[in-house]
């Protein structure tokens, strides 16, 4: 996830590092191997990969506890952001990666910088025929699974930097229009 440790207010950029952390510290790593001569670079997913593609990521669990549930949930307001980018953007992101990227910088695979989790919910509940509702953070694991832990933050993530330096653009649907094309609920 893209959500910076320490980051709050704005949108989190490629500039934005943490020192120390789970999966933290394999990115550190790679990026400190271009003080060595190697060309290595970090491509940072958003939370959200989403394609026809996607059977088993963050769109699919949210869909199966809803559907479990008879209810899409989202914590407290549903404010908190979550970014999102298609997995074919990703494809090329990584190979123009690979091309262009100088040595030792962080990228961001991002599409849509930060949707409201309520409207993340709002989208499942329509699809699925059920209601969008608000539970507290103490109840979120019995709605959303393991992924309780986590959808309550807040991270709005910018992909500024990666578009200017590679010239990256996502040309495909953002997360909401994929998923009210139909194709998780086949």
Not at 9 to 23: F, K, M, S, Y
Not at 94 to 104: D, F, N, S, T, V
């Amino acid at each position: 996830m893209l959500a910076m440790a320490g980051v709050t207010g704005r949108p989190g950029t490629e500039a934005d590092v943490v020192p120390g952390g789970p999966r933290v510290d394999a990115e550190n790593h790679a990026i400190a191997l271009a003080e060595q001569g190697i060309r290595s670079s970090v491509v940072r997913l958003s939370p959200l990969v989403h394609s026809d593609l996607d059977h088993h990521g963050f769109t699919p669990a949210l869909i199966g506890f809803a559907r479990e549930h008879g209810v899409a949930a989202y914590i407290g307001d549903g404010a908190n952001r979550w970014s999102a980018v298609h997995t074919r953007d990703v494809g090329v992101l990584y190979r123009l990666a690979l091309e262009k990227a100088p040595a030792g910088r962080r990228l961001h695979g991002v599409g849509d910088e930060g949707i409201p989790f309520r409207e993340l919910a709002e989208t499942i509940a329509t699809k699925l025929g059920v209601d969008a509702e608000s539970v507290g953070a103490e109840e979120a694991p019995d709605y959303l699974g393991y992924l309780a832990g986590f959808a309550h933050l807040d991270a709005p993530t910018s992909n500024v930097r990666t578009r200017g330096l590679l010239g990256w653009e996502p040309v495909h649907p953002g997360w909401i229009e994929d998923v009210q094309a139909g194709h998780y609920f086949g």
